[in-house]
């Protein structure tokens, strides 16, 4: 009796205390929405059934563990709770426990309602045959292609102005695939969770994003808005803006091209006519290297201007400052331009002994590149082919070439210095192999 008493009376107290909003080790990221250590059937009562009513609860099983009890659908719903700066019980990371609820309601609304809806959005999408997009797709098309020709600066009419702002998105890029890009090389949307401001629509289904944050994936190449389940079904054929591409180098390969519409990346293409116009004699090319800041100068100026940046030796008259900022672009590539992805089997192709084999066999992998990273490595290599020709005065052959551009073209997926060290002399003879045999193998 008197065991029953003292717990009245603790539980009395606990009451008392909420009431007054002094609840004993209360975090510091919680207000007066946590109850302290209470069970699930005293959470459960003190929301007396209002839905969308919440509290906070400390784990009567595991101190230190926090939960967030939620009325809706006439039942009490338990949550594990977790902070680390902001709080979340999923992906979804919110600045405070109302965001959090709020965004929770209406997810939960949406999937009670709509569940057999939302599981049938991606069945009829409305990306792979826009009907409106065939109307002003020959407008858009001319508009491209006179773009390329005339002056930025050129003026238009306000009436094909207020039409262009009227293509959205999608029909612009429904566009792009019809235009005369030459180079149309596939690449995947660099898909990244976003918040969308305002009421905001999936452009793959047409259906609306909920929520409060979070409510679906932008491209950050092209700008495609997408709910996340939708991205999974979203063909390879992102069309990189200019407008969101900020920079060349540190930039992936494929994203360049396609943004420039170019066969490579055009620090590739200058770098290289210019070391062939001055530089092919010059006496260890590619390995002596220039000043690093003048090189970092070419990086920059590659940046800001990007095809417009000026390299003449009238500004940088040593030649091995453009070697420099060739090969520290491609060292900057998040991936390289043999791939993470064909490394391995590069390596191993390497390794076999008979000269007929291992040639038939980098063929074969070749094949595995992405077709701008073959292109980027064709080049080049028939580029590195004309410096060997150079030999008697640069003293530079395929060998001591494929020392320098190993590491630099290729490099493992895990970052190993053992692995790295074991594999250099792997690298130098395919590179080697590479440019003795450009003419057959690519």
């Not at 029953?4 to 929405?33: C, L, M």
């Not at 200058?270 to 116009?277: L, P, Q, T, W």
């Not at 020392?403 to 790295?420: A, K, W, Y």
Request: with cysteine; aromatic share 8%; proline share 3%.
């Amino acid at each position: 009796m008197m065991m029953k008493t003292k717990i009245a009376a603790s539980k009395s107290s606990q009451r008392s205390q909420r009431r007054n909003g002094q609840v004993e080790n209360r975090p510091k990221y919680y207000g007066r929405e946590f109850h302290g250590i209470i069970s699930r059937e005293q959470a459960d009562e003190l929301l007396g059934g209002v839905e969308g009513a919440y509290i906070l609860r400390e784990s009567q099983r595991q101190p230190g563990c926090y939960t967030l009890a939620l009325r809706f659908g006439n039942q009490t719903l338990n949550y594990r709770l977790f902070y680390d700066g902001k709080h979340f019980v999923g992906e979804k990371r919110f600045e405070s426990i109302h965001d959090l609820v709020t965004d929770g309601l209406i997810t939960l609304y949406i999937e009670t309602k709509a569940s057999e809806y939302i599981s049938k959005m991606t069945t009829n999408p409305i990306y792979e045959h826009i009907g409106y997009a065939t109307l002003l797709r020959e407008k858009v098309s001319r508009r491209l292609s006179r773009s390329k020709n005339e002056s930025r600066k050129t003026n238009v009419t306000n009436e094909e102005h207020t039409a262009v702002e009227k293509i959205s998105s999608l029909v612009r890029r429904a566009a792009l695939t019809h235009n005369d890009n030459h180079f149309n090389y596939e690449k995947t949307h660099n898909f990244k969770v976003h918040t969308f401001r305002g009421p905001h629509w999936c452009e793959y289904c047409a259906n609306f994003m909920w929520g409060l944050i979070a409510q679906g994936v932008r491209c950050s190449d092209c700008g495609l808005n997408v709910h996340k389940q939708c991205s999974k079904h979203v063909p390879n054929d992102c069309q990189p803006d200019l407008k969101r591409i900020k920079k060349v180098y540190c930039c992936d390969l494929t994203t360049l091209v396609k943004a420039h519409n170019t066969q490579r990346p055009m620090v590739v293409d200058i770098c290289i006519r210019e070391i062939e116009a001055r530089g092919l004699k010059s006496e260890g090319l590619y390995r002596v290297s220039g000043f690093t800041e003048h090189i970092e100068d070419v990086k920059m100026a590659f940046d800001r201007d990007g095809e417009k940046a000026d390299i003449s030796a009238n500004i940088y008259p040593d030649i091995n400052i453009i070697t420099g900022a060739l090969k520290l672009y491609f060292r900057d590539l998040p991936i390289p331009v043999i791939t993470y992805d064909t490394y391995s089997k590069f390596i191993e192709v390497a390794k076999i002994s008979n000269a007929d084999e291992r040639l038939e066999a980098v063929h074969e992998v070749l094949m595995l590149l992405p077709p701008a990273h073959y292109e980027t490595l064709r080049y080049l290599m028939i580029h590195l082919k004309k410096v060997t020709m150079n030999e008697k005065d640069n003293f530079m052959n395929a060998e001591n070439l494929g020392i320098v551009f190993g590491p630099t073209l290729m490099r493992p997926p895990e970052d190993s210095t053992l692995t790295t060290l074991h594999d250099m002399r792997y690298q130098k003879l395919i590179v080697q192999i590479l440019i003795e045999n450009e003419d057959v193998l690519f």
